[in-house]
Every structure is written in structure tokens, then in C-alpha cells.
């Protein structure tokens, strides 16, 4: 069975210090894996597609790497902005359009 | 911004009444998608549309009904709401991108019942 866990489920953090989360997933031939970031009270808003293993994506302070069994979500120097939920999905090869998403890490900044 | 608006955004009702939710899309898109929330279970894809009139089920669609009569609507209905249908609703779209295609997702409509 395709599954997605995310840990850890909150992670408190200074401002500047910085810090991973990590989405395991098992799925039958990975065709992507997407993050995204959720404010309370919005919708998911995209932020990376990783399609292969080794591949890595930066965006501002956010960088996404891909392993065979896992990705991770780096936060260089976060700031108090960067406060939301992320959410990891994959989509598997032959499911095409369903998306398996993770729990989410509730990250909060402090300044 | 993929162009999505939900309506209403914020509804309460009773058990045993019938609900309806729209999601409406301006830019076209062939596919749309209806996920509902909750806590410690994450998204959940309820069904989904891959053209007007063309309809499929997802892994939590007892309960529910989807019509797709035009390309920028597709309608949401709980037939006989439920306690446990209290829940946030979000519709998306898919857009591609290479060789994946990207889901973009609406603001959400935050259902209760009574």
C-alpha cells in the first residue's frame, strides 16, 4: 500500500536556526513528489516536484532533496514568515492525477 | 495563484440535509479534483473529474456526488449530511509541469454539521 509519513508532526525553532523535516514514503515506482506549504486557513500552495533520486530544488530558504526511500526539506536561517504547515505528496507510477499526501510538519519560527 | 474560487467558504447545517460545493476554475483545466482535511489524516482525495461528465471515485467517496456539466465547474454534494463529514473541503486542478502534473489547490470551504 502507497504511504507517506512525515516527521516530526511540530517543530518549534528559533529564528536562524536551522533544522530538516523529512517525508518517508513507499510507493509502487515513484513517478513525483511534491511539497507543499499550508497557512492555517488557506489551501496548499506549491512550492517543489522532485521526480529521481538525487535530485534537489531551492527556493529562498527552502531547499527539497529525493532519496530512493525519503526526501527532506532543509530551512536555512528561517524566519518567523516561514511558520506554516508542509506537506509532502507522491504520485505513483500508473496512479496518474492521485496524489498520497502526508500528516504535515507544523513548523513554528520565533523570533 | 491557479485561478480556483470555492463557494460558499464557510457553511453550517444540519444532519440529513442535502450540501452542495462548488469549485470553479478560469483557466481551463481538463482536471479537478475534490480532497477533504482532517486532522491526522491529511488530504484525502474524495473523486475526481478528467473532463466534463467524465467522473471517478477516490479513496473516501462514500457519501458524496460530483457533476462536472461545464469545464470551470465541478460540484461537490453530501446527499444526506453527516456529523462525520464536518470538515475542511478543498477543490484542486492540475496543471503539467514536464513530465508530472502539478496540483493546485483552492482556498478551502470549511463545513460543519449539526
Known amino acids: 500500500e502507497d504511504q507517506v509519513t512525515q516527521s516530526p508532526e511540530a517543530l518549534r525553532l528559533q529564528e536562524g536556526e536551522s533544522s530538516s523535516l523529512n517525508c518517508s514514503y513507499t510507493v509502487s515506482g515513484l513517478r513525483g513528489l511534491f511539497w507543499y506549504r499550508q497557512d492555517p486557513g488557506k489551501g496548499p500552495e506549491f512550492l517543489f516536484t522532485l521526480y529521481s533520486a538525487g535530485e534537489e530544488k531551492e527556493k529562498e530558504r527552502l531547499k527539497a532533496t529525493l532519496t530512493k526511500k525519503e526526501s527532506f526539506l532543509h530551512i536555512t536561517a528561517p524566519k518567523p514568515e516561514d511558520s506554516a504547515t508542509y506537506l509532502c505528496?507522491?504520485?505513483?507510477?500508473?496512479?496518474?492525477?492521485?496524489?498520497?499526501f502526508g500528516t504535515g510538519t507544523l513548523l513554528a519560527v520565533q523570533p | 495563484d491557479a485561478g480556483i474560487t470555492q463557494s460558499p467558504r464557510h457553511k453550517v447545517t444540519e444532519t440529513g440535509t442535502p450540501v452542495t460545493l462548488r469549485c470553479h476554475q478560469t483557466e481551463n483545466h481538463r482536471y479537478m479534483y475534490w480532497y477533504r482535511q482532517d486532522p491526522g489524516h491529511g488530504l484525502r482525495l474524495i473523486h475526481y473529474?478528467?473532463?466534463?461528465?467524465?467522473?471517478d471515485k477516490g479513496e473516501v467517496s462514500d457519501g458524496y456526488s460530483v457533476s462536472r456539466s461545464k469545464t470551470e465547474d465541478f460540484l461537490l454534494t453530501l446527499e444526506s449530511a453527516t456529523s462525520s463529514q464536518t470538515s475542511v473541503y478543498f477543490c484542486?486542478?492540475?496543471?503539467?509541469?514536464?513530465?508530472?502534473?502539478?496540483?493546485?489547490f483552492g482556498p478551502g470551504t470549511r463545513l460543519t454539521v449539526l
Open positions: 505528496a507522491v504520485q505513483a507510477a500508473g496512479a496518474t492525477n492521485k496524489l498520497i
Open positions: 484542486a486542478i492540475t496543471d503539467r509541469d514536464g513530465s508530472t502534473d502539478t496540483q493546485y
Open positions: 473529474s478528467y473532463g466534463v461528465k467524465d467522473t
